[in-house]
């Protein structure tokens, strides 16, 4: 089935440890998003690509890195993780044509020591 | 900006019919989109409005009014199953998908 595929579902990295995060789609979708979703939050847009054109939101710190590779990977790089950055990080994609739905991964747990 | 408003919570009774209300100011606005969430799990996509009106599909049904920026979610036949957290969000002008801060809907027996 296509869909949109987050490694892994659960990690753990240190204080200060950079950590990679990523997410892979079968879809062909144009964009890719990463979310922040914190407990009983709404999801944070951090920043999405359109094709190669990233897009980054006003307030993401500039810990959070993205790499775009080719059409179906995307990556999040968190420089120096932080307590506060201990989350969910959800991916989606969205076909930029229609784009009225948000497809989402599973999700990664991310949990600072 | 973007500014989207929902109850934080509502609890209704197996069998019943529910309405979330979704109010938003938008510096640009192509439709509102409703996700369920449930814990520990990814959105779901549930609806998608671009025009004023009613949207159906199945027991959940979805209305815009653009002219007062407002939106609801309508849940019949409300099934334990339906409990979750659920999420209006903005399909704005640069291809994103803004959330609401969710509302978490309680079924009880």
């Known amino acids: 089935d296509a869909m949109v595929i987050q490694n892994p579902r659960y990690q753990v990295t240190q204080f200060g440890k950079p950590v990679t995060l990523s997410c892979s789609q079968t879809l062909n979708h144009n964009v890719m998003y990463w979310y922040q979703q914190k407990s009983s939050q709404a999801p944070k847009l951090l920043f999405h690509?359109?094709?190669?054109?990233?897009?980054n939101e006003a307030d993401t710190p500039d810990n959070f890195q993205s790499r775009r590779p080719n059409t179906s990977f995307c990556f999040l790089d968190i420089r120096s993780p932080g307590l506060g950055d201990a989350a969910m990080y959800l991916c989606a994609t969205s076909s930029g044509q229609k784009n009225t739905e948000a497809f989402f991964g599973q999700g990664t747990r991310l949990t600072v020591v | 900006g973007q500014s989207l408003e929902q109850p934080s919570e509502v609890t209704a009774v197996e069998g019943a019919i529910v309405q979330i209300n979704c109010t938003y100011q938008t510096s640009g606005f192509y439709g509102l989109s409703w996700y369920q969430q449930h814990d520990g799990g990814a959105p779901t996509f549930l609806s998608y409005?671009?025009?004023?009106g009613l949207e159906e599909t199945g027991r959940f049904s979805s209305f815009l009014s653009r002219s007062d920026s407002y939106g609801y979610l309508l849940l019949q036949e409300l099934q334990m199953k339906d409990s979750a957290s659920y999420f209006c969000?903005?399909?704005?002008?640069?291809?994103?998908?803004?959330f609401g801060p969710g509302t978490r809907l309680s079924v009880l027996p």
């Open positions: 969000a903005v399909r704005d002008y640069g291809q994103n998908f803004v």
């Open positions: 690509y359109y094709d190669k054109d990233f897009n």
């Open positions: 409005n671009a025009l004023d």
